[in-house]
């Protein structure tokens, strides 16, 4: 079956392209995933101007902070072994920091989803960094070393703070509880399992190292492309990882997996996966920005686009997805272009594609059997004076109210009894279906509300 996507190529690459030759950059490469793949792919310019070579989807780029999304994936996993929780305080893992600074709040304060949420407070950099020379201390060992010179710099959980350094602190949490070195960890539990055989931290191997974009800093009044040096010593879990268009297109299909493909369950489950991508605040007045776990969200056109970007050394990239419709693109560049603005135009060219498309009809799921005395109408006839369906629908029982989102129940191993789905007022409570003597279903009870099933005459 043809992807909807392949019909826009021609318009995708006319769109990289426009975008390569009206901000003057050096080369871009860029892919769009769908329905798990990767479904479009193309590159403009060079990845190496001097010698004319151009890039492909398999070309590595530096991803910087793209790293902490892998970074935060092997938190969660730590989470789900039960060996951490994420409101545990830093200090409970990493003691060093007793002695950091409490200069704008307390250090015991700081826990590990606030440090996946940038909200920690702590300074945004290690000590000593000085990005205009190219200094910059990507060992944790020799920052802990200096703990005085770290510190909270706002309130603690009080405002999004971006912070290499907190994710620094996040690896090393994940070295000392998985019992091998961070790198270790990520390539035993993420890249090799989802086979992205090219998502590696710095330095890269020799027999890689060919493969890499030449890194080309910004262009200052002139059309001179500047090589930038390497390398800077950001080889770690904040920033550390080189990749290509072709291993963060399996990354972003990660992400968007349906929660009836068990394919990757054991490397992250599908409820973490929602738990980690879903908005946690707000980060501005604008309302079109919000953090997660690992990922972050910015509202354009009514499309939320769930994304991590990378800056560093002459390299910009983004990847981003939309969830609800199943579309996701990466953008690579290396110069100095805002990754994260094509990117997303890229994915609302795609996403338009898709949702245009004939939709393909498929078999509805067949009703368990029992459910069948489940589904019917429910009625609250005290003060609310509501009437609600319990449907199968969609390959679920669902509970229907024609002024609310519908709401799905979850089967527990409790026959009768099912769990909410997340994100509703009544999530992680039970349903319950109560039974008369003569097993006639007479109520269904959800959310401290009551509901009187009615049964047709006989």
């Known amino acids: ?76 996993q ?31 304060a700081v826990t590990l989803r606030l440090l996946l949420a940038h909200q920690s407070g702590f300074q945004s950099e290690p ?19 200096r703990v005085a ?33 961070y790198a270790e960890h990520v390539r035993t539990r993420i890249t090799e399992p989802l086979g992205l055989t090219r998502t590696l931290l710095d330095p890269l191997p020799p027999d890689l190292a060919a493969d890499q974009a030449t890194a080309y800093s910004g262009r200052w009044m002139s059309d001179a492309l500047t090589p930038v040096p390497q390398p800077l010593g950001m080889s770690s879990s904040e920033g550390g990882m080189w990749s290509c268009v072709d291993d963060l297109a ?36 604008t309302w079109l920005s919000a953090f997660g776990l690992g990922w972050y969200g910015v509202r354009k056109d009514d499309v939320t686009w769930v994304q991590h970007g990378g800056s560093l050394l002459g390299f910009r990239s983004t990847v981003c997805f939309d969830p609800k419709d199943g579309v996701g693109a990466v953008v690579l560049i290396n ?29 509805p799921a067949a009703m368990p059997s029992a459910y069948a005395d489940l589904v019917g109408v429910y009625a609250d006839t005290g003060v609310f004076a509501e009437l609600v369906r319990v449907e199968w629908r969609d390959g679920a029982l669902a509970l229907v109210d024609p002024d609310a989102p519908t709401i799905e129940l979850q089967p527990t191993d409790i ?34 509300g009551s509901y009187s099933r009615l049964h047709a005459l006989d």
Not at 137 to 143: I, K, Q, R
């Open 1 to 76: 079956m043809i992807d909807p996507v392949e019909s826009v190529s021609a318009k995708l690459q006319g769109t990289l392209a426009s975008y390569v030759k009206e901000h003057r950059l050096p080369g871009a490469t860029a892919g769009v995933v769908h329905d798990g793949e990767l479904v479009w792919s193309g590159s403009v310019g060079f990845a190496d101007v001097a010698d004319r070579v151009v890039a492909d989807s398999s070309t590595l780029h530096r991803v910087a902070s793209i790293t902490k999304t892998f970074t935060a994936t092997a938190i969660l």
């Open 78 to 108: 730590l989470r789900d072994d039960g060996l951490l929780g994420l409101d545990d305080p830093v200090l409970r893992h990493i003691p060093e920091l007793a002695a950091a600074q409490p200069a704008a709040g307390p250090i015991e």
């Open 127 to 145: 000590p000593r960094t000085d990005w205009s020379s190219g200094r910059y201390e990507g060992d944790v060992l020799v920052n802990l070393a």
């Open 149 to 181: 010179e770290i510190g909270t710099r706002v309130p603690v959980a009080a405002q999004e703070k971006y912070s290499n350094l907190g994710y620094q602190l996040l690896g090393e949490v994940v070295a000392r509880l998985s019992g091998q070195s």
């Open 250 to 285: 399996r990354w972003a299909a990660f992400w968007l997996e349906r929660d009836d493909d068990d394919s990757h369950a054991a490397v992250l489950a599908h409820a973490t996966r929602r738990e980690m991508r879903t908005p946690r605040y707000l980060a501005d007045d």
């Open 335 to 363: 110069g100095m272009g805002k990754s994260g603005v094509i990117a997303m135009s890229l994915g609302a060219i795609a996403r338009a594609a898709v949702l245009e498309a004939e939709p393909v009809i498929t078999p």
């Open 415 to 448: 026959p009768d009894v099912f769990d909410v789905q997340p994100g509703v007022r009544a999530s992680g409570e039970p349903a319950r279906f109560d039974r008369a003597e003569d097993g006639r279903v007479r109520r269904f009870r959800i959310g401290g």
